[in-house]
T-cell receptor, first 113, second 107 residues
Framework: IAGITQAPTSQILAAGRRMTLRCTQD?????MYWYRQDLGLGLRLIHY???????GKGEVPDGYSVSRANTDDFPLTLASAVPSQTSVYFC????????????FGPGTRLTVL | RKEVEQDPGPFNVPEGATVAFNCTYS??????FFWYRQDCRKEPKLLMS???SGNEDGRFTAQLNRASQYISLLIRDSKLSDSATYLC????????FGTGTRLKVLA
C-alpha cells in the first residue's frame, strides 16, 4: 500500500441498508478525515480523528459514524442509508491535526436508491 | 457570506495564456491557505501552500492579501494539462474548501 486507499471504489445501495466505507493509510499519519463532495457544494467535513482512539464531528455528521481503533484505519459507517447520502466520499490524512497538508484517497462513489 | 468563495468558472483560455483565480475568505484570523488541484472524478491533490510573502513554483504563483482577505493563484504559459478544477482551502484548524474554479486550456 502506498498512501491512502479506499474501498469500495463505487457502490449502489438500497435505502435503509447499512454500509461501511473503508479507509486505510500507511503513512503513520495521526490525523484522518472523511469528506463528502457534492456538486456545487465543495468538500464538506463529516468526521475527523486527531489521533487513534479519538474522533470528532465535522460540518455534516448526521447519519454517519466513525471509529479509529488504530492509526491506519478510519472506517465510515452509514447506519441506515438515505438518498441524500448519494455523494463522492473522500478520506484524507495529515501528519498531525492543524496546519498540515492533507493527503486524499481516491474516493468512493456512493449511490443510494 | 460564505466562509470561502470562488468563481466557479469555467475559465476557457488558449494554450500559453496567463490566467489568475481569486478566492475570498471570511475569517480574518485564518492562518494558513492552500491551493489544491482536482481532476475530473479524482481526489484533490495539493498544488501549493500560500505563504504571507507569496510563493512561486515554476509557472504557478500564489499570493495572500490579508487586508482584503483573498488569496490568488496565477498560472503562466498555460498547458493543456493544466485543465482541472482548482480548489481554494482555508485552514482554521480544519480545512474549509471553496467550491472550486474550473479551468479549461484550449489548443
Amino acid at each position: 500500500i502506498a498512501g491512502i486507499t479506499q474501498a469500495p471504489t463505487s457502490q449502489i445501495l438500497a435505502a435503509g441498508r447499512r454500509m461501511t466505507l473503508r479507509c486505510t493509510q500507511d503513512m503513520r499519519h495521526n490525523a484522518m478525515y472523511w469528506y463528502r463532495q457534492d456538486l456545487g457544494l465543495g468538500l464538506r467535513l463529516i468526521h475527523y480523528s486527531n489521533t487513534a482512539g479519538t474522533t470528532g464531528k465535522g460540518e455534516v455528521p448526521d447519519g454517519y459514524s466513525v471509529s479509529r481503533a488504530n492509526t491506519d484505519d478510519f472506517p465510515l459507517t452509514l447506519a441506515s442509508a438515505v438518498p441524500s447520502q448519494t455523494s463522492v466520499y473522500f478520506c484524507a490524512s495529515s501528519p498531525f491535526a492543524g496546519n498540515n497538508e492533507q493527503f486524499f484517497g481516491p474516493g468512493t462513489r456512493l449511490t443510494v436508491l | 457570506r460564505k466562509e470561502v468563495e470562488q468563481d466557479p468558472g469555467p475559465f476557457n483560455v488558449p494554450e500559453g495564456a496567463t490566467v489568475a483565480f481569486n478566492c475570498t475568505y471570511s475569517n480574518s484570523a485564518s492562518q494558513s491557505f492552500f491551493w489544491y488541484r482536482q481532476d475530473c472524478r479524482k481526489e484533490p491533490k495539493l498544488l501549493m501552500s500560500v505563504y504571507s510573502s507569496g510563493n512561486e513554483d515554476g509557472r504557478f504563483t500564489a499570493q495572500l492579501n490579508r487586508a482584503s482577505q483573498y488569496i490568488s493563484l496565477l498560472i503562466r504559459d498555460s498547458k493543456l494539462s493544466d485543465s482541472a478544477t482548482y480548489l481554494c482551502v482555508v485552514n482554521d484548524y480544519k480545512y474549509i474548501f471553496g467550491t472550486g474554479t474550473r479551468l479549461k486550456v484550449l489548443a
